[in-house]
């Protein structure tokens, strides 16, 4: 696996594992500062949506195999382009909730990187294809 991906899995196991921890343990916190207000229940599911989601983030790291890898990796472009677009609608809908313009930027900015990183995981491929023939 090339380094950008490598280190942005490594970020996204970090950033779910703390979000994870928030969501399960300090609800009302982390819904305070949501958009959607305090929804304990809500935010106990995303928590645990999170750690389903750590196995399958760690295992791709922790054994190459590039078919799964860009299975992950499709999943994670198609996921941030749609947690972007809904934070995207909601500052549209409201244009002082500038955390929902943020966290549109911050998840398009995840897309742009995991599709470099895909590209470059997927011509290293093809290279070395080409090696073995």
């Known amino acids: 696996m090339n380094k950008?991906?490598?280190?942005?899995?490594?970020?996204?196991i970090v950033a779910m594992t703390g979000a994870a921890i928030?969501?399960?343990?300090?609800?009302e916190i982390t819904?305070?500062?949501s958009e959607y207000g305090?929804?304990?229940?809500?935010?106990r599911e995303i928590g645990?949506?999170?750690?389903?989601?750590?196995?399958?983030?760690i295992g791709v790291n922790l054994k190459y195999d590039y078919y799964f890898l860009r299975i992950v990796v499709i999943s994670l472009i198609v996921?941030?382009?749609?947690?972007?677009?809904?934070?995207?609608?909601?500052?549209?809908?409201?244009?002082?909730?500038?955390i929902s313009l943020i966290g549109a930027?911050?998840?398009?900015?995840?897309?742009?990187?995991?599709?470099?990183?895909?590209r470059i995981e997927s011509s290293?491929?093809?290279l070395g294809k080409k090696a073995l023939q």
């Open 38 to 43: 305090i929804a304990t229940g809500w935010q």
């Open 79 to 98: 996921g941030g382009l749609g947690f972007g677009t809904n934070h995207l609608l909601g500052f549209i809908e409201d244009g002082s909730k500038t």
């Open 48 to 57: 645990f949506w999170n750690l389903a989601i750590l196995p399958i983030l």
């Open 22 to 27: 928030m969501q399960l343990f300090f609800p």
């Open 105 to 118: 930027i911050e998840n398009y900015l995840l897309v742009l990187f995991w599709v470099i990183g895909l």
């Open 4 to 12: 950008l991906l490598r280190v942005m899995f490594i970020i996204l």
């Open 124 to 126: 290293k491929n093809r």
């Open 31 to 33: 819904g305070a500062n």
